[in-house]
Antibody, heavy 117, light 107 residues
Framework: EVQLVESGGGLVQPGGSLRLSCAASRFTFSDSWMCWVRQAPGRGLEWVANIKEDGSEKYYVDSVKGRFTISRDNAKNSVYLQMDSLTVEDTAVYYC??????????WGQGTLVTVSS | DIQLTQSPSFLSASVGDRVTITCRASQGIGSFLAWYQQKAEKAPKLLITLASLLRSGVPPRFSGSGSGSEFTLTITSLQPEDFATYYCQQLNTYPLTFGGGTKVEIK
């Protein structure tokens, strides 16, 4: 069974940075698009970013462009989300997901990011 | 960006009821729509792809239909494990977007 495990969440002050990681297993990671989706407390789902199998294409939602960077290391079966210039509006559970044709097939359990002073 | 509007946002139903959730897109998206189920404090789970294709392992009481800008998710004979929040998602255009969700609660 496909497994995705996120880590790196926590409490950070406004303006700070955080790097999320997602470790993948039990599928061919290097053949898969990957993405991050977030969910603010009590709110709906928001797609954040995705990255092509070889890292050559990346797409972002407008609200994070220029602040967040998605990357991957196929040798480590991992995808990352570097988050800079964080604001309180970035507070959310961040899910890593395996994407196929822009569909989030499998999700991790999520990691909570809280931006607060 | 393509906006997805789900209705209702909340519904109360009983075990055995037939439930229909609607998702309307702000522009035509063909059949490029997926449905997800999310239970409390859990990650979402993919149910349906390309508007009507049931994912392997999803019970056949779930079905999806529609194309263009109007889509429906139907649950025939609601079961206790179906009480959850349901989201539609368009996969036609970046940025990928989700509907606001429909919470199905026990009457």
């Amino acid at each position: 069974e496909v497994q995705l495990v996120e880590s790196g969440g926590g409490l950070v002050q406004p303006g700070g940075s955080l790097r999320l990681s997602c470790a993948a297993s039990r599928f061919t990671f290097s053949d898969s698009w990957m993405c991050w989706v977030r969910q603010a407390p009590g709110r709906g789902l928001e797609w954040v970013a995705n990255i092509k199998e070889d890292g050559s294409e990346k797409y972002y939602v407008d609200s994070v462009k220029g602040r967040f960077t998605i990357s991957r290391d196929n040798a480590k079966n991992s995808v990352y989300l570097q988050m800079d210039s964080l604001t309180v509006e970035d507070t959310a559970v961040y899910y890593c997901a395996r994407e196929a044709y822009k569909i989030m097939e499998t999700w991790g359990q999520g990691t909570l990011v809280t931006v607060s002073s | 960006d393509i906006q997805l509007t789900q209705s209702p946002s909340f519904l109360s139903a009983s075990v055995g009821d037939r439930v229909t959730i609607t998702c309307r897109a702000s522009q035509g998206i063909g059949s490029f729509l997926a449905w997800y189920q999310q239970k409390a404090e859990k990650a979402p789970k993919l149910l349906i792809t390309l508007a009507s294709l049931l994912r392997s392992g999803v019970p056949p009481r779930f079905s999806g239909s529609g194309s263009g800008s109007e889509f429906t998710l139907t649950i025939t004979s609601l079961q206790p494990e179906d009480f959850a929040t349901y989201y539609c998602q368009q996969l036609n255009t970046y940025p990928l977007t989700f509907g606001g969700g429909t919470k199905v609660e026990i009457k």
